[in-house]
Nanobody, 121 residues
């Protein structure tokens, strides 16, 4: 069993910063990729940033230059540093990971429960 636990959401004024963290725990053999998605009210969940192990980091166009994703592979954590926040960044942010584990060392996709980010104008 694998769990992803997010922390760091909250309320911030436009132009401010927040830092989200996500820790993976449980039966983990290796992690192929970790990333962040977000879902605003009435909208579909969308990719914010992803970081494959040894691969190319990917950002949504709307956050390029403002958000930075990083990973600590030794601790199985992923962090999203969000700067110059805008009201349109308001959403529930979800941690996501492709993790190899279990008895047969298969890769499964996991989601955290989400953390609310609210940016006031």
């Amino acid at each position: 069993q694998v769990q992803l636990v997010e922390s760091g959401g909250g309320l911030v004024r436009a132009g401010g910063s927040l830092r989200l963290s996500c820790a993976a725990s449980g039966s983990i053999f290796s992690i192929n990729a970790m990333g962040w998605y977000r879902q605003a009210p009435g909208k579909q969940r969308e990719l914010v940033a992803s970081m494959p192990t040894g691969g190319i980091t990917n950002y949504a166009d709307s956050v390029k230059g403002r958000f930075t994703i990083s990973r600590d592979n030794a601790r199985n954590t992923v962090t999203l540093q969000m700067n110059s926040l805008k009201p349109e960044d308001t959403a529930v942010y979800y941690c996501n990971a492709d993790i190899r584990g279990g008895r047969w060392l298969e890769v499964y996709n996991y989601w955290g429960r989400g953390t609310q980010v609210t940016v006031s104008s």
